[in-house]
């Protein structure tokens, strides 16, 4: 049978042109899922091919009509980011053919396959891994079968009834690695900054906020296999811009031993990949972590979330400032600490602009005492975590909420999730802009604080609606410029000593 894929990317309307943002903007690396399922299926003897609208920067089925004119499937992967998109794409294929049958995937399709298929023309869903289902799906579809047997599959038949296959069992880690390396040989030359590979599933933290799939379970391969699978697709990595190699797991670290053993086989090996991933501070303080990885790492995250001990616990993520502090010192003395990217969430629903502050402090504390790149994001709504199961059945946020493109500059949506007033949001953006600007005196060619002012209340609350929220931005500004040539480190408490009138609350990042 022949099968196509397609990855469609996070896209933004611009003036009634879609345009890919966040990640899909930047193409940090191909979408490791697609690739490996077109494996998987050509493995089992069937013709698939990758529509790749990710690499293409676009939603246009319009150069694969011809391919799509004579497939037997069509299969569509989406994350709640893409799911905009992935509508686009659908509505696409079914101008082109009314009765190609569509199977979705991905974590959006999976946590709301009965809306889906009640709302969208859809046939199928792959509720959670596809290795299994999707194979058994095409036997079935080719063979003229039913399809009642095949594992996680979610459909609706003619009369528009819809009915739920129980799931199978979820693939074991010694078998994750034996399915076929995704073929990145196709890949179009330089459009990806790396390549992408996987070497666990899951996570065995259940994050408030957080809404990867498999929480509170972890599978990861064997050191040996994964490494077998890296080195099985090395020679491809030239296709990419920067060389490097995302390891796409939630978080690679989290048997910080097995980790060691990777890189101890790398080094049995003579292999140096580049390698991207994320980690945790608790794995970074593991005994021998941070030396033995430091060669083979090119760019890695630690998710940080909040700057004070009460909002940590209360994410569950089994960290604290100490330990955040603490694993900063340590990447800071193996001179890795410009490689690791410390990222925070603004605005968790409890929180108010007290607790925002104290967490901008907490990390521009770490920029400027232990040079790691702070990344501070504002809280999203986005379905399938604990905070937001919460706001669903408190009848605040819902499925429907996620079809559009733009949902996320959506005013009802970004308030229902982040409680302050337009006023702190704006004196927080004034204040993190300053540091951002002393950032950039230091670290000319490096973005080191990044940060984007949230989109809603740019729009509904401009600026010169709401007065002067911070008046001694300007006075910052002036501060914040050293004399030409000076490199001693920027210290924090420059913000705190700019003359802004001390009856601001939210004066005071560094203070
Ligand atoms: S945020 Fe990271 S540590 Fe927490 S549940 Fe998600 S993947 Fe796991």
Same mark, same amino acid.
């Given at each position: 049978?022949?099968?196509?894929?397609?990855?469609?990317? /996070?896209? %933004?309307?611009?003036?009634?042109?879609?345009?890919?943002?966040?990640?899909?903007?930047?193409?940090?690396?191909?979408?490791?899922?697609?690739?490996?399922?077109?494996?998987? &299926?050509?493995?089992?003897?069937?013709?698939?091919?990758?529509?790749?609208?990710?690499?293409?920067?676009?939603?246009?089925?319009?150069?694969?009509?011809? %391919?799509?004119?004579?497939?037997?499937?069509?299969?569509?992967? +989406?994350?709640?980011?893409? $799911?905009?998109?992935?509508?686009?794409?659908?509505?696409?294929?079914?101008?082109?053919? +009314?009765? #190609?049958?569509?199977?979705?995937?991905?974590?959006?399709?999976?946590?709301?396959?009965?809306?889906?298929?009640?709302?969208?023309?859809?046939?199928? #869903?792959?509720?959670?891994?596809?290795?299994?289902?999707?194979?058994?799906?095409?036997?079935? &579809?080719?063979?003229?079968?039913?399809?009642?047997?095949?594992?996680?599959?979610?459909?609706?038949?003619?009369?528009?009834? /819809?009915?739920?296959?129980?799931?199978?069992? *979820?693939?074991? *880690?010694?078998? !994750?690695?034996?399915?076929?390396?995704?073929?990145? @040989?196709?890949?179009?030359?330089?459009?990806? *900054?790396?390549?992408? /590979?996987?070497?666990?599933?899951?996570?065995?933290?259940?994050?408030?906020?957080?809404?990867?799939?498999?929480?509170?379970?972890?599978?990861?391969?064997?050191?040996?296999?994964?490494?077998?699978?890296?080195?099985?697709?090395?020679?491809?990595?030239?296709?990419?811009?920067?060389?490097?190699?995302?390891? /796409?797991?939630?978080?690679?670290?989290?048997?910080?031993?097995?980790?060691?053993?990777?890189?101890?086989?790398?080094?049995?090996?003579? &292999?140096?990949?580049?390698?991207?991933?994320?980690?945790?501070?608790?794995?970074?303080?593991?005994?021998?972590?941070?030396?033995?990885?430091?060669?083979?790492?090119?760019?890695? !995250?630690?998710?940080?979330?909040?700057?004070? %001990?009460?909002?940590?616990?209360?994410?569950?993520?089994?960290?604290?400032?100490?330990?955040?502090?603490?694993?900063?010192? =340590? =990447?800071?003395?193996?001179?890795?600490?410009?490689?690791?990217?410390?990222?925070?969430? &603004?605005?968790?629903?409890?929180?108010?602009?007290?607790?925002?502050?104290?967490?901008?402090?907490?990390?521009?504390?770490?920029? +400027?005492?232990?040079?790691?790149?702070? =990344?501070?994001? $504002?809280?999203?709504?986005?379905?399938?975590?604990?905070? $937001?199961?919460?706001?669903?059945?408190?009848?605040?946020?819902?499925?429907?909420?996620?079809?559009?493109?733009?949902?996320?500059?959506?005013?009802?949506?970004?308030?229902?999730?982040? *409680?302050?007033?337009?006023?702190?949001?704006?004196?927080?953006?004034?204040?993190?802009?300053? !540091?951002?600007?002393?950032?950039?005196?230091?670290?000319?060619?490096?973005?080191?604080?990044?940060?984007?002012?949230?989109?809603?209340?740019?729009?509904?609350?401009?600026?010169?609606?709401?007065?002067?929220?911070?008046?001694?931005?300007?006075?910052?500004?002036?501060?914040?410029?050293?004399?030409? @040539?000076?490199?001693?480190?920027?210290?924090?408490?420059?913000? +705190?000593?700019?003359?802004?009138? =001390?009856?601001?609350? !939210?004066?005071?990042?560094?203070?």
């Amino acid at each position: 049978m022949k099968i196509a894929l397609i990855s469609p990317p /996070i896209m %933004d309307d611009f003036w009634g042109e879609p345009r890919p943002i966040a990640m899909d903007a930047v193409r940090e690396c191909p979408p490791y899922g697609i690739y490996l399922l077109q494996a998987v &299926l050509r493995q089992a003897g069937h013709q698939a091919l990758v529509i790749d609208l990710i690499a293409d920067g676009s939603n246009s089925l319009k150069p694969y009509v011809h %391919d799509l004119a004579d497939c037997g499937l069509i299969g569509i992967a +989406a994350t709640s980011m893409s $799911w905009p998109t992935a509508c686009d794409v659908v509505s696409q294929i079914r101008d082109l053919q +009314a009765d #190609i049958p569509i199977v979705l995937g991905g974590i959006h399709p999976t946590m709301f396959d009965r809306y889906i298929l009640s709302t969208f023309p859809v046939d199928y #869903i792959v509720r959670g891994e596809g290795e299994v289902a999707l194979t058994s799906l095409c036997t079935a &579809l080719e063979g003229g079968r039913s399809v009642e047997s095949v594992p996680n599959l979610s459909w609706k038949d003619v009369d528009g009834r /819809i009915f739920r296959n129980p799931a199978g069992p *979820k693939i074991h *880690k010694e078998d !994750l690695g034996q399915y076929p390396i995704p073929d990145f @040989g196709q890949l179009p030359m330089k459009v990806y *900054k790396g390549l992408s /590979i996987e070497s666990s599933r899951g996570c065995v933290f259940d994050c408030s906020f957080c809404s990867t799939s498999y929480r509170r379970s972890w599978r990861g391969m064997p050191a040996e296999i994964f490494v077998d699978r890296l080195q099985g697709m090395l020679p491809q990595v030239e296709r990419t811009e920067l060389g490097m190699v995302h390891v /796409i797991d939630d978080e690679f670290s989290m048997n910080p031993k097995r980790a060691i053993e990777i890189t101890d086989v790398l080094c049995d090996r003579g &292999l140096t990949p580049s390698l991207v991933y994320d980690s945790r501070a608790t794995d970074v303080l593991y005994d021998g972590f941070v030396p033995a990885i430091a060669p083979f790492t090119g760019q890695f !995250l630690i998710g940080a979330e909040c700057g004070y %001990d009460a909002g940590l616990e209360r994410i569950g993520k089994g960290t604290t400032t100490q330990i955040l502090e603490d694993a900063a010192r =340590l =990447l800071y003395q193996h001179h890795l600490s410009e490689r690791a990217d410390f990222s925070f969430i &603004l605005g968790l629903p409890w929180e108010t602009a007290k607790e925002v502050c104290q967490t901008c402090s907490f990390a521009s504390h770490l920029y +400027a005492t232990y040079g790691v790149r702070i =990344l501070l994001q $504002w809280y999203c709504q986005i379905p399938g975590s604990r905070l $937001w199961d919460a706001d669903r059945a408190a009848g605040l946020v819902n499925e429907t909420m996620y079809n559009d493109y733009g949902f996320f500059r959506d005013l009802y949506l970004f308030r229902a999730g982040v *409680k302050l007033n337009p006023a702190e949001i704006w004196q927080i953006s004034q204040s993190v802009e300053a !540091l951002q600007q002393m950032a950039r005196l230091r670290h000319p060619d490096q973005i080191m604080v990044e940060y984007g002012h949230p989109e809603p209340i740019a729009l509904y609350f401009p600026e010169f609606l709401m007065g002067p929220v911070c008046d001694g931005l300007s006075n910052l500004r002036e501060v914040a410029s050293p004399p030409r @040539g000076n490199t001693d480190p920027i210290r924090v408490e420059v913000i +705190a000593r700019a003359p802004v009138s =001390l009856d601001r609350p !939210l004066r005071h990042f560094g203070a």
